[in-house]
């Protein structure tokens, strides 16, 4: 059964910084897409930043120039280094993959969330 755990939330002031970690374990024959979405009170869940087999990334345009997204394939780990971090990056931070299984196809997962708070 293939989990994704998600490490590295907590609370940081306006302006720190703070990686987060999500780690795929299970039999995976090969991780596709991997990214981050995030859902604070009130709103929809929205991608946050993703990345692809190839390395290929894109990110929401409110987080650009501050988050960066990477991810080591022999790991099955993807990361997220937010810096100068706001208020509003306030939300729970979900870890999404899409992968290949041998036996079903391509199929995708979410971790459970982690919360990230922003505040003095």
């Known amino acids: 059964q293939v989990q994704l755990v998600e490490s590295g939330g907590g609370l940081v002031q306006p302006g720190g910084s703070l990686r987060l970690s999500c780690a795929a374990s299970?039999?995976?024959?090969?991780?596709?897409?991997m990214a981050w979405y995030r859902q604070a009170p009130g709103n929809e869940r929205e991608l946050v930043a993703a990345?692809?087999?190839?390395?290929?990334?894109n990110y929401a345009d409110s987080v650009k120039g501050r988050f960066t997204i990477s991810r080591d394939n022999a790991k099955n780990t993807v990361y997220l280094q937010m810096n100068s971090l706001k208020p509003e990056d306030t939300a729970v931070y979900y870890c999404?993959?899409?992968?290949?299984?041998?036996?079903?196809?391509?199929?995708?997962?979410w971790g459970q969330g982690t919360l990230v708070t922003v505040s003095s």
């Open positions: 999404y993959a899409q992968y290949t299984s041998r036996l079903r196809g391509r199929l995708e997962l």
């Open positions: 299970g039999t995976i024959f090969s991780m596709n897409t």
């Open positions: 990345t692809t087999s190839s390395g290929s990334t």
